[in-house]
């Protein structure tokens, strides 16, 4: 099993769609948790960090299930400039960070 | 802020051929990583540092690959002999720090290609 999984994509939503994206985790020690944002050939960028509380960025919303090891990312009402791909992220537990493998998402007109 | 600054940003090189990769962070981060991205396996980390010194080289792949950070500001990742399979991008990210919410700022990569 991967340390860090993701829902398999792509996703093809519409604009204005709410989309939303899983990912589990197998530390259970981890403490960290991102979503970063990957557009075509271009490097990672840090999109929003994971609060145990949930968190909120605009249309961007990101929760944390501890119990369940599992942590998602909500877009409501999505844009064509949304379209990358989201990579979702774990420590384990120490300084290391474990990526997954990415969601691709495709917003259309 | 210029931030991580990476180089060659492409490389194409035959196998058996020595290849270094070199990155400079941003100026007063105390982490830096070096990770490896493929279609396959997706984002890998491969090695990080603080304050320059190598704390978890667990994922660099073999002893065909090396890294290190002389100083703060700069670091190199090498491959002796290259091979095919090393085809990738590498990627070197900085950050203040790690733990709860420190980002970690990557630098645009270098694509490199094994002939």
């Known amino acids: 099993r991967k340390e860090v999984e993701q829902d398999p994509g792509p996703f093809n939503v519409p604009e204005g769609a709410t989309v939303a994206f899983n990912c589990t985790y197998s530390?259970?020690?981890?403490?960290?948790f991102f979503w970063y944002r990957q557009d075509c050939r271009k490097e990672p960028k840090l999109l929003m960090s994971?609060?145990?509380s949930g968190n909120e960025d605009g249309r961007f919303t990101a929760q944390l299930n501890r119990a369940s090891q599992y942590i998602s990312l909500l877009i409501r009402d999505s844009k064509l400039s949304d379209s990358a791909t989201y990579l979702c992220?774990?420590?384990?537990?120490?300084?290391?960070?474990?990526f997954g493998a990415g969601t691709r998402l495709f917003v259309k007109a | 802020d210029a931030g991580v600054i990476q180089s060659p940003r492409h490389e194409v090189t035959e196998m058996g051929q020595e290849v270094t990769l070199r990155c400079k962070p941003i100026?007063?981060?105390?982490?830096l990583f070096w990770y490896r991205q493929t279609m396959m396996r997706g984002l890998e980390l491969l090695i990080y540092f603080n304050n320059n010194v190598p704390i978890d080289d667990s994922g660099m792949p073999e002893d065909r690959f090396s890294a290190k950070m002389p100083n703060a500001s700069f670091s190199t990742l090498k491959i002796q002999p290259s091979e095919p399979r090393d085809s990738a991008v590498y990627f070197c990210?900085?950050?203040?720090?790690?733990?709860?919410?420190?980002?970690?700022?990557f630098g645009p990569g270098t694509r490199l290609t094994v002939l």
């Open positions: 530390n259970s020690a981890s403490q960290s």
């Open positions: 990210a900085s950050s203040p720090g790690t733990g709860l919410n420190n980002e970690q700022f």
């Open positions: 994971v609060y145990s």
């Open positions: 992220v774990a420590d384990t537990g120490g300084f290391k960070t474990i």
């Open positions: 100026s007063g981060h105390d982490y």
